[in-house]
């Protein structure tokens, strides 16, 4: 079955839900986007799409919509919201449509075959009407301030691309842990702020905005958005922007396990990068510390166990790759990050 919006339906003009979620005909969802798109097109400042992509996350993905509800009133031009829940298994959709009770700005399209978050990311673009595209995980959690810098980056400089924050690891249930998350947020937050802006390759999935021009599509079978989209960009010489102060909070892996599944992935999906077509493709780095130790000198010190882990992770992500092991690009969930 093709992808459907789910809605509330709503007296007195307000949005509301049928008990039952059923499917919009192509009539009805067309008078839908254009009633909706209205508002946005006749803004003076660019429109926002805010979008989510989820696969059952109904236990975190409250307080990310209260969290951007709460954020948007920062912002200046017209908003849209739009949660896409992909082959969900569970109420992610219609947790959703409750988060967003009575805000007529926001969509819950419901894809009943699971897709790959680049693949949802690309039915996301494809029904957003803004003209900057906002993403972030179903996970975390913004700061209040978040979306005005990004937005307000993007507002100022026209000829920008990508402005993208960061995410600082909430206090979970295990302190060794959370402190290994905390110094990985350090380490990333040092090469991304690079003054020879080597390090804007490194994008911050959960948190980032992309000018509608600027978004190119995702190639099907990709694993990384992030890191695709910011080396597409410095090698197209469309500027990208890095805003420490624009934050996520969310939950690192709370144990071996699960940083295990999720870093692995991460350096899979580097190594996938690497057969694309174009220089900066096949040699996007791999190790960090080869890349960051020369630029960060002396200041790299501090981030030595960071990059020691991280050559464990890229020595085993090498080790898997040369054995045929090609990961999916349908992500598995990792269960200690979600936020409770």
Not at 133 to 146: G, Q, S
Not at 192 to 217: E, F, H, K, N
Not at 250 to 264: A, E, F, I, T
Request: aromatic share 8%.
């Amino acid at each position: 079955m093709p992808g459907c919006v789910l809605r509330r339906r709503f007296t007195h003009s307000q949005a509301s839900i049928d008990s039952q979620p059923r499917l919009l005909t192509a009539q009805m969802a067309m008078m839908y986007r254009r009633a909706n798109s209205k508002d946005l097109m006749t803004s003076p400042l660019p429109a926002i799409t805010i979008g989510i992509v989820a696969f059952n996350e109904e236990e975190s993905i409250p307080k990310t919509i209260r969290s951007l509800r709460a954020a948007s009133r920062n912002l200046c031009g017209s908003v849209e919201f739009i949660v896409l829940a992909s082959g969900c298994t569970y109420r992610t959709a219609e947790v959703a449509i409750d988060a967003f009770y009575g805000d007529h700005r926001a969509r819950v399209i419901q894809e009943q075959s699971r897709l790959s978050k680049c693949a949802a990311l690309n039915r996301l673009a494809d029904s957003a009407h803004g003209g900057i595209l906002l993403f972030i995980d179903a996970d975390v959690e913004v700061d209040p301030t978040a979306l005005h810098l990004l937005f307000s980056a993007l507002c100022d400089e026209p000829g920008l691309a990508i402005a993208f924050g960061r995410m600082i690891p909430r206090a979970g249930p295990n302190r060794f842990w959370t402190g290994i998350g905390v110094m990985t947020s350090e380490a990333l937050h040092s090469v991304r702020a690079l003054s020879d802006g080597s390090g804007l390759w490194l994008v911050c999935g959960p948190l980032y905005a992309i000018r509608a021009t600027a978004w190119p599509g995702l190639p099907e079978g990709l694993i990384a958005d992030d890191v695709y989209l910011g080396i597409l960009c410095r090698t197209k010489g469309l500027p990208v922007r890095y805003l420490p102060d624009a934050i996520a909070f969310g939950m690192y892996p709370q144990n071996l396990r699960d940083l295990l599944s999720q870093k692995l992935r991460n350096r899979l999906a580097r190594l996938q990068l690497r057969t694309f077509e174009g220089d900066s493709f096949r040699s996007a780095p791999l190790w960090m510390a080869p890349f960051a130790i020369p630029r960060l000198g002396w200041t790299s010190i501090r981030h030595l166990p960071i990059l020691l882990i991280d050559t464990v992770l890229c020595f085993v992500a090498l080790l898997l790759w040369a054995s045929g092991h090609t990961p999916s690009p349908l992500w598995r969930q990792v269960s200690s990050t979600k936020l409770r």
